[in-house]
C-alpha cells in the first residue's frame, strides 16, 4: 500500500509546477478563508484574554460599589469596608481655569481618589514615569487640558473654588475603559482638593465609587449579591471584575458573533469556490486520466494522485492564509482601537491557527470530494468523450454522499465546537445550507423552465435560452455562484449605509450647543438666565429638575418585582442597569408624545405619578396602572405609572425615561440641567469664552458640558464601529468574487466546443459575444432579485438583531451597488471569454 502512495506521490509531483496552474481558485478560496478564519480568531481571542488579564485594572479593584448623587452611609460604609481593601473616589462634571486668569475654562471630568488608589494596574504620566494618587493640592491632567488651557507641568489650575499644581499630564489611566463615555478630558486629585473646590453638595451630579481587593479565595459575584440582597434599597450599582464593563462585554459580544458569521460565510463560500476549481482542475486533465486508466491505472490510483495534488495546494493555501491572518490582525485592532482592549503589535495564537488550519484542509478534502469520485468512477472511453458527449456529474454521483457528509459533519461539530457562540454557529450553518439548497434548486428551476419556454424567435435570444438547459449547461453552478456573489454585494450595501443613517440620526449635526448641570435652584438659576441673556442675546435656554436614582422594583401593586432578585436584567431594559436621570415636569416634554395613560393636571396633588417611556415599558413589562419603586438619595419612593411615551430620542435634548409628576420629586434636594442653544452658531467660538469664563465667576459649582466635541466623539465611536464592520463584510464579497470568476472560468471552458462549433457554422465573435450577454443577462436578472432578498434579509439580521441599530438602508444606494455588481458580473462574462473567442476552430477541433 505503501508503494502505491509513494508512486502516486511522485506522478503528482510531475503534474504540479510552484504556480500551481490550475488549482488558483482553490488557492485563492482557501486563502480568504483561512486568512478570515485565523485573522478573525486571533482577534477575539487576545480581546477575551486582555479583559480575562485585565478585569481587575479595567474595574479598579474586584468589586465595585457606585451610589449616585450620596456618599454611602455609615452603615454602608462600614459593610464595605468589611469586604475587602477599599480605596474610594468621587466622580462628577466641573470646569477648570489657569488660576491666574478667568476668561478661559474648560469642561472636564473631576475625578477624586484616595490614597488606595490605583488598587490594580499602573498609572503613567507623560515620560513613562508611574505614579500614584495625586497628594495634596496636586492634580493630574488629560493632554486635552493642557492643550484648551494652554498648561503644562507645575502650572496652576483652579477649579471650583481650589486651586491646584499641575503634577503631570496623564499617560496611562488603567481604569479608563470601564468609566465609559467621557463627556470631557479627565482631571484627577485627591479627596483633599475635592473638598477644597466646594463643588460636591445635597443634589450634587456626582458618583461615588468603592472599590474593593478581595482576598485571595474570595468569590466577588457571591459577594456582590450579598451586599445587594443587604441594602437592597440603598441604590447600589454593583460591578465584578469579571463584568467590569458591561456595556464592553456586550458589545464584545456582538462584534465576536458578527465576526464569527462574517468566517463562517468566508467559509462557506470558499467551499463552493473550491468544489467549482477542482472540477475544472480535473475537467482540464481529462485526457492524462483516461490515458492513466488505459495504462493500467485502477480507481484508487486516480483518486490518490489528484488527491495528493490537492492537499500539497491545500496544505500551501492555508500556510499562507495563516500567515496572512496574523499579519492583518494589527490593521483590524487599529480599526478597533478605543473601542475594544486589544494587545498591541502582532500576536500569535496557536488554538485559533490550530482552528483555522483544520477548518481550511477539512473545506477543502470535503467539497474536492465529489469531482474527485466522479473522475474514479468513469471510464477512459467516457472521459476521452466527454466534451462531445458530457458525463453526468457534479453532486448527482451516489459516491459522494459519504465522504462529503462526514466531512461536511466534522465542519459543522467543529464550527460549533469552537465557537464562543455554539447556537449561533449552528444556526447560521443551517441557514447557509438552506440559502445553498435554494440557489441549487432555483438553478435547477431555471433549467427546467428554460427547456418549456416557448422558443423566441430572434435567434440569439433562443440560443441563449438553450444554453441554460442544454446537456452540460453550467447553470446550477453559476447560479449559485452568481447569487452568493451578488448577495454579498447587497449585504455589504445594506449594512454600510444603515450605519451611516443611524450615525446621522443617533448623532444629529443640530443639537443644543452646551448642557449645564448642577444649576442652582432659587436664585442661582435666576442669575444663570441673566448671565446667558447677556453673553449670548437670543439663545434659547430650557432647563429641567435634574436628579439621579436606581429603580428598585416594578410592576402591579402586591406584586412588584425586586430588580435585586433579578438573576439576569432584561434584554433592552437598560433603565434597570444602575442609577438613571430623575426629573419631574408639570407638562408633557418637548419631543414626547403620549402612546397611553393620560398627564396630570398642572396644579395636581394627589399620589405621586410617573410617566415612562414606552419601550422600556415594553422591556420589563410595564402597564399604565402598575408601580413603580426607586431609591433617591438614599430613600425609597413610589408612584403608579400615569402614561407612556414615545421619545425623540434624536432630539438630543433632555429625553428622560422616567418623568414624575412635580409632587413626587420636588421636594428632595436637587438642582437644575440646563440647554444652551445659540442663536447665531457661526459666533459660537466668541460667546463659548465669555459664557464659560462668566459661569466660573457666578456659579463655580455649575459645570458645563460642550456637545461639539462630545458629537465629534460618538461620531468617531460610530465611524470605527461602522469601518471594522465593513472591513470584515468585504472578506465575504472577496470570496465570493473569486467563486464568480471560477464559476464563469468553469463555465468558459465547457462553452468551448460550442463556440468552436459555432464558428465553424459562420457565427461571428460579435454574434457569440452577443449571446454570452444575453445568456448572462437572463442569469443575472433573476438573481438580482434573489440577492435582494437574500443579501437584504442577513444585513437585516446583522443590523437589527445583532448590533441593535435601526434598520434604515437607502435603497437607492443598495440597488445602485447591486446594478454595479451585475455590470462586474458581465464584464467579468465577457472578459473571461475573449480568450475562447481567440481560439482557432481547427486547433480546437484537433485537440478534441
Not at 353 to 381: C, E, H, K, N, S
Not at 528 to 545: I, N, S, T
Not at 769 to 775: F, G, N
Amino acid at each position: 500500500m505503501m508503494g502505491r502512495w509513494s508512486l502516486a506521490w511522485r506522478l503528482a509531483r510531475r503534474g504540479l509546477d510552484w504556480r500551481f496552474r490550475g488549482l488558483r481558485l482553490l488557492i485563492v478560496c482557501l486563502v480568504l478563508g483561512t486568512a478570515a478564519l485565523s485573522a478573525i480568531g486571533t482577534l477575539t481571542g487576545g480581546i477575551g484574554r486582555e479583559l480575562a488579564a485585565r478585569g481587575q485594572s479595567m474595574l479598579g479593584g474586584d468589586l465595585e460599589l457606585t451610589l449616585a448623587g450620596r456618599a454611602a452611609a455609615a452603615d454602608e460604609l462600614a459593610a464595605i469596608r468589611g469586604l475587602g481593601t477599599v480605596s474610594q473616589g468621587v466622580r462628577l462634571q466641573a470646569m477648570a481655569r489657569r488660576a491666574e486668569s478667568a476668561d478661559d475654562a474648560v469642561p472636564v471630568e473631576l475625578k477624586a481618589v484616595d490614597a488606595r488608589w490605583p488598587l490594580y494596574g499602573a498609572f503613567t504620566v507623560e515620560g513613562g514615569r508611574k505614579a500614584g494618587a495625586p497628594q495634596g493640592m496636586t492634580a493630574w491632567i488629560d493632554p486635552g487640558v493642557g492643550d484648551r488651557l494652554g498648561v503644562k507641568a507645575g502650572d496652576r489650575l483652579k477649579i471650583g473654588q481650589a486651586e491646584l499644581i499641575i503634577g503631570g499630564v496623564i499617560a496611562g489611566e488603567p481604569d479608563r475603559l470601564s468609566e465609559g463615555f467621557a463627556l470631557g478630558p479627565t482631571v484627577i486629585v485627591s479627596e483633599e482638593a475635592l473638598a477644597a473646590s466646594g463643588l460636591v453638595q445635597v443634589g450634587s451630579m456626582a458618583r461615588w465609587k468603592y472599590r474593593l481587593r478581595l482576598a485571595d479565595k474570595a468569590d466577588p459575584a457571591a459577594l456582590a449579591d450579598s451586599f445587594k440582597t443587604r441594602f437592597a434599597s440603598s441604590g447600589f450599582q454593583v460591578r465584578t471584575r469579571d463584568k467590569a464593563s458591561p456595556g464592553l462585554d456586550r458589545f464584545v459580544e456582538r462584534m465576536g458573533q458578527f465576526l464569527v458569521l462574517v468566517a463562517l460565510a468566508a467559509l462557506g463560500i470558499a467551499g463552493i469556490g473550491i468544489a467549482g476549481g477542482v472540477s475544472s482542475y480535473l475537467e482540464a486533465r481529462r485526457a492524462s486520466i483516461a490515458t492513466l486508466k488505459i495504462l493500467g491505472a485502477d480507481a484508487g490510483d486516480i483518486v490518490r494522485i489528484y488527491l495528493l495534488q490537492i492537499a500539497a495546494a491545500a496544505l500551501a493555501a492555508i500556510a499562507l492564509g495563516l500567515l496572512l491572518g496574523v499579519g492583518i490582525t494589527p490593521l483590524l485592532a487599529r480599526a478597533l482601537e478605543g473601542l475594544l482592549p486589544i494587545p498591541p503589535g502582532f500576536t500569535v495564537d496557536a488554538g485559533a491557527l490550530a482552528v483555522a488550519g483544520a477548518y481550511g484542509l477539512l473545506i477543502a478534502l470535503t467539497f474536492a470530494a465529489p469531482p474527485l469520485l466522479d473522475a474514479r468512477r468513469v471510464p477512459a472511453m467516457a472521459l476521452l468523450r466527454a466534451r462531445v458527449a458530457p458525463l453526468g456529474r457534479g453532486w448527482r454521483v451516489p459516491l459522494w454522499v459519504l465522504p462529503v457528509g462526514l466531512g461536511l459533519s466534522g465542519i459543522a461539530a467543529l464550527a460549533v465546537l469552537t465557537s464562543p457562540q455554539p447556537m449561533l454557529a449552528a444556526g447560521f450553518l443551517g441557514g447557509a445550507a438552506a440559502v445553498f439548497a435554494l440557489l441549487a434548486l432555483i438553478g435547477r428551476g431555471l433549467s427546467w423552465l428554460a427547456a418549456r419556454l416557448p422558443r423566441p424567435k430572434r435567434p440569439l435570444l433562443r440560443m441563449a435560452l438553450g444554453n441554460l438547459h442544454r446537456p452540460g449547461a453550467q447553470t446550477s453552478a453559476l447560479v449559485v455562484a452568481l447569487g452568493f456573489a451578488l448577495a454579498a454585494f447587497v449585504l455589504l450595501a445594506a449594512v454600510q449605509t444603515s450605519i451611516d443613517a443611524n450615525i446621522a440620526k443617533r448623532v444629529p449635526q443640530r443639537a443644543p450647543d452646551y448642557f449645564v448641570l448642577d444649576v442652582p435652584r432659587g436664585a442661582g438659576a435666576e442669575t444663570f438666565k441673566a448671565l446667558v441673556r447677556r453673553e449670548a442675546p437670543g439663545a434659547a435656554v430650557r432647563m429641567v429638575p435634574s436628579m439621579r436614582g436606581a429603580v428598585l422594583a416594578y410592576g402591579p401593586e402586591g406584586a412588584m418585582t425586586e430588580v435585586a432578585t433579578l438573576k439576569a436584567i432584561p434584554e433592552d431594559s437598560w433603565l434597570l442597569r444602575g442609577d438613571r436621570g430623575l426629573t419631574y415636569a408639570a407638562d408633557i416634554p418637548q419631543g414626547n408624545v403620549l402612546s397611553a395613560g393620560h398627564w396630570w393636571p398642572k396644579d395636581y396633588k394627589g399620589e405621586p405619578l410617573v410617566s415612562v417611556d414606552e419601550d422600556q415599558a415594553k422591556a420589563i413589562g410595564l402597564k399604565v396602572g402598575d408601580r413603580l419603586r426607586i431609591s433617591l438619595l438614599g430613600t425609597e419612593r413610589e408612584a403608579r405609572v400615569a402614561s407612556l411615551r414615545r421619545i425623540d430620542w434624536s432630539s438630543f435634548g433632555f429625553n428622560y425615561a422616567l418623568v414624575f409628576s412635580p409632587n413626587a420629586l420636588e421636594d428632595a434636594p436637587h438642582t437644575f440641567a440646563a440647554t444652551i442653544t445659540l442663536a447665531a452658531p457661526e459666533k459660537r467660538q466668541a460667546v463659548r469664552r465669555a459664557i464659560l469664563s462668566g459661569l466660573v465667576k457666578a456659579l463655580p459649582e455649575s459645570s458645563v458640558i460642550e456637545v461639539g466635541p462630545v458629537l465629534g466623539q460618538a461620531r468617531t465611536l460610530l465611524g470605527q464601529v461602522g469601518t471594522a464592520i465593513f472591513a470584515a463584510a468585504s472578506v465575504a464579497v472577496l470570496a465570493g468574487l473569486a467563486v464568480l470568476a471560477g464559476a464563469i472560468a468553469a463555465a468558459r471552458a465547457a462553452r468551448q466546443y460550442d463556440s468552436v462549433i459555432l464558428r465553424v457554422l459562420g457565427a461571428s465573435r460579435g454574434q457569440l459575444l452577443a449571446l454570452l450577454a444575453a445568456e448572462y443577462a437572463l442569469l443575472c436578472t433573476v438573481l438580482a432579485l434573489v440577492a435582494l432578498v437574500l443579501g437584504g434579509g442577513t444585513a437585516w439580521l446583522v443590523i437589527v438583531q445583532l448590533f441593535e441599530f435601526d434598520w434604515a438602508p437607502d435603497w437607492g444606494r443598495v440597488l445602485g451597488v447591486l446594478a454595479g455588481g451585475v455590470a462586474l458580473v458581465m464584464v467579468l462574462a465577457v472578459a473571461g471569454s475573449l480568450s475562447v473567442l481567440r481560439t482557432r476552430p481547427a486547433e480546437a477541433l484537433r485537440a478534441l
